[in-house]
């Protein structure tokens, strides 16, 4: 089993930067983000779901320090972030 994280522009619905992992830990995600924020600058809003790495206190810090807002979708609501979750239609598709 593998975890994709993939970090989108919502705008030009571009994947910014990505990363696999064997295990769903918050790291993965963290050193996705710091290339994603050194490539592309910092965006000024990180929407994501209430997963735990992106509930976790490393994610929350790690955005806070970067100045970038915090947005989360509602609990079982796919609909609030529809640009990804299509994106992620198409992977497993």
Aim: hydrophobic share 40%; charged share 30%.
């Amino acid at each position: 089993f593998m975890y994709l994280f993939a970090i989108m522009d919502w705008y030009s619905r571009k994947v910014i930067d990505w990363e696999l992992s064997t295990t769903l830990d918050t790291a993965f995600c963290i050193r996705c983000l710091k290339r994603a924020i050194k490539t592309s600058g910092a965006p000024e809003i990180m929407n994501t779901d209430q997963g735990c790495q992106f509930t976790s206190d490393d994610w929350r810090e790690c955005l806070e320090d970067a100045n970038i807002a915090i947005s989360m979708d509602g609990k079982g609501r796919w609909i609030d972030n529809v640009v990804i979750e299509r994106f992620w239609r198409s992977i497993k598709y």
